[in-house]
């Protein structure tokens, strides 16, 4: 069982930058692939970044050379950074994680959500 909780999202102009955190409970967390998935309103939940317990990365085309995704096993930690944030990525952030060696885009791979952080980017 892990809890996450995200923080770190609020409002930004277009081409600024915030970094995403979710802490996680638990003494295990280095077994677990995280990723980040966003629902803006009136959409499903899109994936964004993953990052397995080997610490490959993996992204979706529409953040890919602007969000990166790392993990801190030590402080139990994952983070989002984005740079060049655009109106359209403006969604609730979620953190989200599964015991695997294995990866997914599919919200559903995922058993454990956090809450959900509020990114805004006005143009």
């Known amino acids: 069982q892990v809890q996450l909780v995200e923080s770190g999202g609020g409002l930004v102009q277009a081409g600024g930058s915030l970094r995403l955190s979710c802490a996680a409970s638990?003494?295990?967390?280095?077994?677990?692939?995280m990723a980040w998935f966003r629902q803006a309103p009136g959409k499903e939940r899109e994936f964004a970044a993953t990052?397995?317990?080997?610490?490959?990365?993996y992204y979706a085309d529409s953040v890919k050379g602007r969000f990166t995704i790392s993990r801190d096993n030590a402080k139990n930690t994952v983070y989002l950074q984005m740079n060049s944030l655009k109106p359209e990525d403006t969604a609730v952030y979620y953190c989200a994680a599964r015991p695997t060696t294995g990866w997914s885009m599919t919200p559903s791979f995922y058993g454990y959500w956090g809450q959900g952080t509020q990114v805004t980017v006005s143009s």
């Open positions: 990052i397995t317990r080997s610490s490959s990365t």
């Open positions: 638990g003494r295990t967390f280095s077994t677990y692939a």
